[in-house]
């Protein structure tokens, strides 16, 4: 009996299988859409995932202004930050943040179900989200894939 078919194979930076993947946000709710998108970063999907290391794939999303918030979160959802200094917390409404950019609503649902480590910054930068139909992978060939048929 082979032996060595009994050891776990643990994936690392020169083994991971790292694809483009297209996503389109047409019509999708924000929040499932973002953790279906968090999974395929984090590399959930895959047979090899090695929950140290960064072996997602690369996320391109697209008509991130064409996305969905059910309920009355567009005048609800707060989203803070605070400049660093003495009463410098400054909030948005989903709304607002919305007519300033809408792609950074998507990008921070995603960034909120990453890791809050080193780990979680080096996988963040794999996604890349677009307000229109236009991207500027093309070079890379990403594969366009229906989010819907994920669980």
Known sequence: MDTLSYKTVSA????V???WVLVDADGQTLGRLSSKV???LRGKYKPSYTPH?????NVIVINASKINLTGKKWDAKEYIRH?????????????????????RIV????????PKNKLGSAI????KVYAGEEHGQQAQKPEAI?????K
């Not at 990008?107 to 990453?114: D, I, P, S, T, Y």
């Open 17 to 19: 299988d790292k694809q």
């Open 124 to 127: 963040y930068r794999n996604l």
């Open 83 to 103: 400049t660093g200094y003495p009463g410098g917390q400054r909030s948005l409404t989903a709304k607002e943040l919305y007519s300033k950019d809408p792609s």
């Open 107 to 114: 990008e921070n649902a995603v960034k909120g179900m990453l």
């Open 146 to 150: 229906n989010i819907n048929e994920l």
């Open 12 to 15: 690392n930076k020169a083994t």
């Open 38 to 40: 968090a999974k395929l």
């Open 53 to 57: 290391v960064d072996c997602g794939d």
